[in-house]
């Protein structure tokens, strides 16, 4: 998964035992940990309610070809979604059904973007993510490992527990 480098965090926000933990465990995997007054807090979240942390992230990106794929597994292809906050909460489903990965097939909107973010409400940092212009190379690879390629089409559906994800699947959304 990712890994944080930086806290930020207001000590009087995060004084229950779950707050201190989360806390401490950015510090054993080598955090910068930063007591912050309100004012600061407020600029770097941009809103008006806060939790009382934010935390940066090492970008991490990975190419079709070099994600690990094991037996009866789901990624989930977006292809060319355009609206952030759209990609955070099909990132958010996939995450919740068990998908091993998140396949963005560019141009799609950014991942890492603050309305993504929101929309995933933390499973951003949960499925592996691959970016990709080479959507050749992605169908490949995911064949290879032994996943059906199975499209959408919002005309002609089929009931998701009818039987088509069953074993390992590449489930491709198209754009809005």
Excluded at 118 to 136: C, E, I, K, Q, Y
Aim: net charge negative; proline share 4%.
């Amino acid at each position: 998964g990712a890994r944080a480098i930086k806290v930020f965090y207001r000590p009087e926000l995060l004084s229950g035992k779950e707050s201190r933990e989360l806390v401490g465990r950015f510090r054993e995997n080598g955090a910068q940990i930063l007591a912050v007054s309100r004012q600061v807090m407020t600029v770097l979240c941009e809103r008006e309610a806060m939790e009382g942390l934010v935390a940066t992230f090492q970008l991490l990106e990975t190419s079709p070809d070099a994600l690990t794929l094991p037996e009866q597994t789901l990624v989930v292809v977006l292809d060319r979604l355009h609206d952030p906050g759209n990609v955070g909460t099909l990132i958010r489903t996939a995450d919740a059904v068990g998908a091993e990965a998140v396949a963005l097939i560019e141009p799609c909107a950014d991942p890492f973007d603050r309305k993504t973010g929101r929309g995933s409400m933390g499973s951003l940092f949960n499925v592996s993510l691959v970016r990709t212009h080479d959507p050749a190379l992605l169908f490949t690879h995911v064949r290879r490992a032994g996943l059906r390629i199975v499209g959408t089409d919002v005309r002609n559906g089929i009931a998701w527990g009818e039987g088509i994800l069953q074993g390992s699947v590449a489930l491709v959304l198209g754009n809005e």
